[in-house]
């Protein structure tokens, strides 16, 4: 079972919470892809060591922007995370709205904004930021759920996507701003 991040590997990802939720669902399948670069990389890979993961991350590096979906389509589960923090409270991530295109299932470790979207959309499962029990309990449900409940995150993550990010929609709000204004 696969779970893949893209993006950046820094301070502001949370990276130690999902190594935390990783250490305690380890006895599963569970992996996790990481596409990406990052100034907190190397501290991450000396942690996933020092707790004998290896096994579980891999590290594909970074990849050009037209090559993402053919990754994300590889993966059983989408993961993003955020530190706790005011600022990411009200910032939507631009990873989450690429997860939601792809229409895979969404595991997120975040709060604010990005943690409603992911709740509102009904794409898969989302925990406090830098809670790594409750990151794992979540990775264990979308391991065991059926391909049926699965397949229903993804049809809502594409159709959330289509509905509130889609180009032709934000033009069409903006219009309707600018008319009204």
């Not at 990005?114 to 449900?141: C, M, P, T």
Request: net charge negative; proline share 3%.
């Amino acid at each position: 079972f696969n779970l893949l991040f893209a993006g950046n590997i820094g301070v502001a990802q949370s990276f130690d919470t999902i190594v935390n939720a990783i250490e305690i669902v380890q006895q599963h399948n569970i992996n996790v892809v990481i596409l990406g670069e990052g100034r907190d990389k190397q501290r991450v890979e000396q942690i996933i060591n020092e707790k004998s993961l290896s096994n579980k991350f891999f590290f594909l590096g970074s990849h050009p922007p037209e090559e993402m979906p053919e990754y994300f389509a590889c993966a059983d589960a989408l993961m993003i995370s955020l530190k706790k923090a005011d600022i990411f409270s009200y910032t939507i991530p631009s990873k989450l709205q690429s997860y939601l295109a792809c229409g895979k299932p969404i595991i997120g470790s975040l709060d604010g904004i990005g943690r409603k979207i992911i709740q509102e959309s009904k794409s898969g499962y989302v925990s406090d930021a830098e809670d790594a029990d409750f990151l794992a309990g979540n990775i264990l449900k979308i391991y065991n759920d059926s391909d049926t409940k699965k397949k229903k995150f993804s049809s809502n993550a594409i159709q959330y996507f289509q509905n509130n990010f889609e180009k032709s929609y934000l033009i069409e709000k903006l219009e309707d701003i600018l008319r009204d204004y």
